[in-house]
Each structure stands twice: as C-alpha cells, then as structure tokens.
C-alpha cells in the first residue's frame, strides 16, 4: 500500500501539504488539508498493490492501526475521494442503515 500524491484530485481547492517530508526516520506522507464545522481534518490517499487488492476482494478485511497519545481522534475509511457525489451518496445510505441499526 503506498500514500498517493494529488490526494483529492477532483477538490483542487484543498491546500496539500507532506508530513514528515524532511525527518528520515519518518515515512512522508501526503496529505491534504480540509476543514469541517469546528475541526481541521487531514485526508490521505493510498493504492493497493495487486496482491493487497486480491486480498481485500477475497477476504474483506481492512485494518486501521492509529497511534495515539491518549486520545482517539475521529477517522472514516472510504473508498470513494471525498466531497464528491459518490462519497455524498454513499455517506447518506450509511447513515441511513445505521439509524435502521439504533447505533446512534
């Protein structure tokens, strides 16, 4: 799985920045700058190897691993770029089959 440059390629009024850029002990990471109501968010883009695709289509697990000082910090997982209508579309059917669930 490698980061990807050009993270929103369809919201270029996002400013993109790279985190770690000049600190080799880090991974650089490529990310582009959002902000929300009362929030600043940070998105990252990422492709799957063949073999990592293979493993998705075939198992249907994705992990997320976050290290953390204390605190959990909201995170979404998407497979649609965000602030597109796909993504729109499809965050609406989620919330959607989560009121059907009660799980909020």
């Given at each position: 799985m490698q980061a990807q440059e050009k993270v929103l390629p369809?919201?270029?009024?996002?400013?993109?920045?790279?985190?770690?850029?000049?600190?080799?002990?880090?991974?650089?990471?490529?990310?582009?700058?959002?902000s929300y109501n009362d929030c600043t968010g940070l998105i990252s883009r990422y492709r799957l190897t063949l073999w990592e695709r293979l493993h998705v289509l075939i198992?249907?697990?994705?992990?997320?691993e976050q290290l953390t000082a204390g605190q959990?910090?909201?995170?979404?997982?998407?497979?649609?770029?965000?602030?597109?209508?796909?993504?729109?579309?499809?965050?609406k059917q989620q919330e959607c089959e989560m009121c059907k669930a009660g799980a909020h």
């Open positions: 369809h919201s270029p009024q996002y400013r993109e920045i790279v985190l770690a850029k000049n600190q080799p002990e880090y991974i650089p990471l490529p990310v582009a700058c959002v198992f249907g697990n994705l992990w997320v959990l910090q909201p995170q979404r997982l998407t497979v649609f770029e965000p602030f597109t209508e796909a993504d729109v579309q499809y965050s």
